[in-house]
């Protein structure tokens, strides 16, 4: 048996607003918010999920424009 790719781990709607302990109305102002960059979700079966990685890239981005102002 093999171990999923941790790069192709998607998280749901309540995951993510677990993960930054955000409503879903903040999650998507997020996602509307071109200069804030927060990526947007990815509809399977109509439910939206958020890639793992899209995630933490977009974190990553975040502590180092907080590290430049």
Same mark, same amino acid.
């Given at each position: 048996? *093999?171990?999923?790719?941790?790069?192709?781990?998607?998280? *749901?709607? @309540?995951? /993510? !607003? =677990?993960? $930054?302990?955000?409503?879903? /109305?903040t999650?998507?102002?997020? /996602?509307?918010?071109?200069?804030?960059?927060? @990526? =947007? @979700?990815?509809?399977?079966?109509?439910?939206? $999920?958020?890639?793992?990685?899209?995630?933490?890239?977009?974190?990553?981005?975040?502590? *180092? !424009?907080?590290?430049? =102002?």
């Open positions: 048996m *093999t171990k999923a790719d941790p790069k192709s781990e998607f998280l *749901t709607g @309540p995951q /993510v !607003q =677990a993960r $930054y302990q955000k409503s879903a /109305v999650i998507w102002r997020w /996602v509307r918010d071109d200069a804030l960059g927060f @990526p =947007a @979700p990815i509809q399977i079966n109509r439910l939206n $999920y958020w890639r793992l990685s899209d995630l933490e890239a977009w974190e990553a981005a975040q502590a *180092t !424009q907080g590290e430049a =102002a």
